[in-house]
């Protein structure tokens, strides 16, 4: 069965969030600690996963960690999501030198292996999807974001080695996770939103439908996630393979999703931060159901957050989303 068709065969609305954070408030544990600990990040993702019940389970969204197992360095507030500090690419000569390094050789990739793999243990009868960092997402983030747009033009040999590098790791990156018997994973590519569509199919899609073809030829699912403005490459995006298209606040699913081919699956999109995050949960329930109503039509559809949940979202809110998407009265209709 394909995913378009389990979606569409599931009898209800199916709620899939991309949330891991809210749950350090249930282990009481920092990021850092999670995002650096397999067995805490482990521990706190089952106590979400056991006080909130959604459709597929995800690992914590960490943007740095591909990035970081290239060379470059991490800065880390105790509180806060871990950045990229500083450019590691300036020239074709580095782009030559990264060295391609073996899963939890001198890195963190191994934390989120485990991590997927303590959740399929976990939680057997549900979805485990795994997250990676998209090729040109990494290239932006050892170049510069700036660099890299000028780079397209001007020094595209340079892009694509670093592209080619990101790609030799992914490779590896996801043999691991789907060797965990996770269900699908999730190609996270926010930075190709910044592209013209002939540049993004070039210097983004090409290198994510190499993922996606591996993804696909271990029988798995293949999903991309990109929370930019990405209504000027909808069909370039699926064309890459994928089997779901996960999008952020600023799309409108409504729109779009005609767009899409009979096989892919829209995700999306209730706002993380306006409306999750700093919103009450009056505020969840009628943003969620407001969503719903909008998208009543459209049977490849999950009801999902717009990028990442942040640390610092309560679980009351959670609960709400969840209550508001699988239609039970909550806050606001009481």
């Known amino acids: 069965m394909t995913f378009s068709e389990y979606v569409k065969n599931a009898g209800r609305q199916l709620a ?8 350090t408030e249930l282990t009481n544990t920092t990021v ?3 995002l650096t600990d397999g ?22 969204m960490d943007l740095t960690v591909e990035t970081e197992a290239l060379g470059a360095t991490v800065n880390w507030e105790t509180d806060e999501m871990p950045t990229i500090h500083g450019i590691s690419v300036e020239t074709k000569e580095a782009a030559d030198a990264l060295v391609i390094p073996e899963i939890g050789e001198g890195n963190r990739l191994n934390i989120y292996v485990d991590v997927c793999r303590e959740m399929r243990n976990a939680f057997p009868d549900k979805l485990v999807w795994g997250y990676v960092l998209g090729p040109f997402s990494i290239a932006g983030r050892l170049m510069g974001m700036t660099e890299i747009a000028i780079g397209v033009k001007l020094e595209p040999e340079t892009v694509r080695v670093v592209l080619a590098k990101a790609n030799a790791l992914l490779k ?5 996770l789907l060797d965990t018997g996770v269900d699908g994973v999730m190609i996270l590519e926010p930075a ?19 993922l996606v073809d591996l993804i696909k030829s271990r029988g798995r699912t293949p999903a991309l996630h990109n929370c930019g403005n ?15 298209l996960h999008v952020g606040s600023v799309t409108d699913p409504y729109e779009i999703y005609p767009r899409l081919p009979e096989n892919v699956v829209l995700m999306g999109n209730i706002d993380p931060t306006e409306v999750l995050r700093f919103g009450t949960p009056e505020t969840v329930c009628v943003q969620t159901r407001r969503l719903l109503d909008r ?5 490849r559809f999950i009801i999902s957050s717009g990028c990442d949940v942040a640390p610092g979202t309560s679980i009351e809110n959670m609960k709400t989303f ?10 606001a209709v009481r």
């Open 295 to 299: 998208m009543a039509d459209c049977d």
């Open 230 to 244: 990405i209504t000027h490459m909808i069909e370039s995006l699926c064309a890459t393979g994928i089997e779901a």
């Open 39 to 60: 067995s805490v990040q482990a521990a706190t993702l089952i106590a979400l996963n056991k006080a909130l019940s959604f459709d597929i389970i995800f690992p914590m």
């Open 172 to 176: 590896k990156y996801i043999g691991a």
């Open 322 to 331: 969840e209550r508001a998407a699988i239609g039970r009265e909550c806050a």
């Open 192 to 210: 190709s939103g910044m592209l013209r569509e002939d540049d993004a199919n070039e210097f983004s899609n090409a290198y994510v439908k190499e």
């Open 32 to 34: 850092a600690q999670n």
């Open 16 to 23: 899939a969030p991309l949330s891991g954070f809210p749950g």
